[in-house]
């Protein structure tokens, strides 16, 4: 598998990321399989969140129980976990108490002394850039998470925070796949007589202010449509006839052909997998390996729906 570089972290990781939001009812058995697969694979980026599995922290604590990583296991991954959405509400909370406690719990849950990666879920319209900063600053002084990053932001919500933070955000995790792409999309889009002559906020120069900031883009749900994954959707038929036929061409599966049009892109994009198989984890991670040309991507992009001018 191929390893990118996280410029602003100064870290060096594997291009596929194992989310681990749905091992919240499998057994400790399943869940060191698919660790172990996707290990062997290549993988060694680890994804949580302190919501996912229902009750808080369920399955960073049920990773630990099944997994059980030895000391230096656990120097050869980097995991990730997320804070700030508060599930009995729902409502968004960056506040210093909040971040803090909740990224003690994850540490417990996780067993482990500390997070390589600390990302703000989503956006909270009530956020204090100070407060963030306050709790940034005493957990990395404590050792308990080296570096930082936000999930879901635009550029305007990164400057904001970036007025206080000191610590460079070093990861934008977005909703991102073949099916939904804006953020690469609009600005193809632009200055296009007939379109919408709009620019939602979340796409507005994101990707290319990542590029410019040295933010690591990670791609959430890459094969998600509205109506569920696109693959073998009969809701997309000419992009799954495109996908068969590169798939066929460079001897991988569809699921590494939407892969490879991912990690194509020149912003070295991280794919977070979602998939409980570790079959599916292999099929993406040859499907990274894949280089794309420019007409194939192109070609998909069209396929899936986007209109070109």
């Known amino acids: 598998m191929r390893t990118i570089d996280l410029p602003a972290a100064e870290l060096s990781a594997s291009q596929l990321v194992l989310g681990l939001m749905r091992i919240a009812d499998k057994t400790d058995q399943q869940i060191r399989e698919l660790y172990d697969r996707a290990r ?148 193809a889009q632009a200055n296009t007589l007939g379109g919408t002559g709009t620019v939602t906020p979340a796409g507005a120069d994101i990707v290319e202010y990542c590029r410019r900031h040295a933010i690591t883009l990670q791609a959430w749900s890459p094969y998600q449509s509205p109506s569920g994954v696109f693959l073998d959707n009969p809701d997309y038929p000419e992009l799954n006839a495109v996908l068969a036929r590169l798939a066929q061409r460079h001897g991988v599966t569809p699921t590494g052909i939407a892969t490879a049009w991912l990690t194509r892109h020149p912003a070295d994009i991280q794919v977070v997998l979602g998939t409980t198989q570790g079959a599916r984890v292999e099929e993406a991670a040859a499907g990274s390996e894949v280089r794309l040309s420019r007409r194939e991507w192109y070609e998909l992009l069209v396929a899936a729906g986007h209109r070109l001018p």
Not at 71 to 80: D, K, M, S, T
Not at 105 to 110: D, F, Q
């Open 40 to 187: 062997a694979a290549g993988v060694d980026f680890l994804d949580h969140a302190d919501i996912y599995g229902g009750a808080p922290h369920t399955c960073e604590r049920r990773f630990a129980e099944a997994v059980k990583l030895t000391g230096a296991e656990r120097e050869e991954v980097l995991i990730q976990s997320k804070v700030g959405i508060v599930t009995d509400g729902p409502f968004y909370d960056f506040s210093y108490e909040h971040i803090v406690t909740e990224v003690e719990e994850s540490l417990r849950a996780l067993q482990t002394d500390h997070l390589d990666i600390l990302l703000l879920h989503r956006p909270d319209p009530l956020v204090e850039p100070a407060e963030v900063a306050r709790a940034f600053d005493e957990l990395q002084a404590a050792g308990k998470v080296r570096h930082f990053g936000v999930s879901n932001h635009t550029v305007g919500q990164i400057e904001l925070l970036r007025t206080a933070v000191t610590q460079p955000l070093v990861v934008n995790q977005m909703q991102l796949s073949l099916v939904h792409a804006p953020i690469l999309t609009e600005g």
